[in-house]
């Protein structure tokens, strides 16, 4: 995207002169820091969409949830909370100090599980309506164009198999995908702030430990990160017995649902500065495979972590 389209969006907020300058991308948008006068600033270009409704739910639960290490979202000039960058919308953040969480001790996991637990009881109390997203179990729903073959359409028939199951668990709002990318750690390498609402959605509760589970099973080390984390988990969050029993099956969701989501993007052509499709596309069906038979040995292992 032109650098003067940027700044000349940047017009809308502020006064005098801008420095943008680059950083890292998400998978899905284009994020942009911004250096003014008046301070830091982080901004974010959707590519996935141009939907303004989405956009205001998520701008809605940031608001209601101040009073956690979340994103404050920063007014135009007239005091709009979005602006459009050629067909694109925009929406301009307070810069947050830290880095992207790295888990390399103990303690920094026991922080993140019980920092997500924390998260999650806040939300348990937000209400905006059921979000623009589907629950993670309406796969064939929020990918109705999109031909899965092999592994994936086998899970994806089981999970249509599970569907009464799924919706007889505990539902709320949930961040919808937290990772490391969307976690900054302080100078101690302590979580100190939850990034990236845009797929916050009225869920199953438990999805959102199964997310970050999925994620730290990615790691070469994870039982012991995985064991901690659970502790710091459930130090905040009692799961029921029945969501327990079905967190392996929600792991798979997750991984699923990243597949068909970026193989959604790739027959549209979408692509990111963070991603090339087919490499991104063939690691993310390695990781479906192997978390797949991971859950298949170690499920009932990770189940007795959450007790």
């Known amino acids: 995207m032109e650098t003067q389209q940027l700044l000349k969006t940047l017009t809308l907020y502020f006064d005098g002169k801008c420095e943008i300058l680059h950083g890292s991308s998400g998978m899905n948008n284009l994020t942009r820091f911004i250096r003014h006068e008046s301070g830091e600033y982080v901004m974010r270009v959707y590519q996935n969409h141009a939907d303004v409704s989405r956009i205001l739910v998520e701008q809605a639960v940031l608001d209601q949830l101040q009073v956690l290490p979340v994103p404050r979202i920063v007014l135009t000039k007239d005091g709009q909370t979005m602006a459009k960058v050629g067909e694109k919308l925009a929406v301009v953040f307070e810069f947050k100090k830290g880095q992207n969480l790295k888990l390399e001790r103990i303690d920094q996991y026991v922080a993140y599980g ?50 009464a199951q799924f919706k007889a668990l505990p539902h709320q709002l949930i961040h919808g995908d937290i990772n490391c990318s969307n976690m900054l750690m302080d100078d101690l390498g302590m979580p100190c702030a939850i990034l990236d609402f845009e797929f916050v959605t009225w869920d199953l509760r ?43 099956w929600l792991i798979r969701l997750r991984r699923l649902d990243v597949m068909l989501h970026f193989l959604e993007r790739h027959e549209r052509g979408i692509e990111t500065e963070a991603i090339e499709s087919e490499l991104f596309l063939q690691k993310q069906l390695l990781s479906l495979q192997k978390q797949h038979q991971w859950l298949v040995d170690h499920g009932g292992l990770l189940m007795e972590y959450l007790r």
């Open 114 to 163: 019980k920092m997500v637990g924390q998260l999650s009881v806040k939300l348990r109390d937000v209400f905006v309506g059921e979000g623009e997203y589907l629950p993670y179990y309406e796969l064939e729903k929020s990918y109705p164009m999109v031909k899965a073959t092999g592994l994936v359409q086998e899970l994806l028939e089981e999970v249509k198999g599970l569907m």
């Open 206 to 248: 438990a999805m959102e430990v199964a997310i970050c589970l999925s994620e730290l099973l990615q790691e070469d080390d994870y039982f012991n990160g995985l064991k901690a984390f659970c502790e710091g988990y459930k130090s905040v969050v009692s799961l029921t017995e029945a969501e327990i029993l079905m967190i392996p």
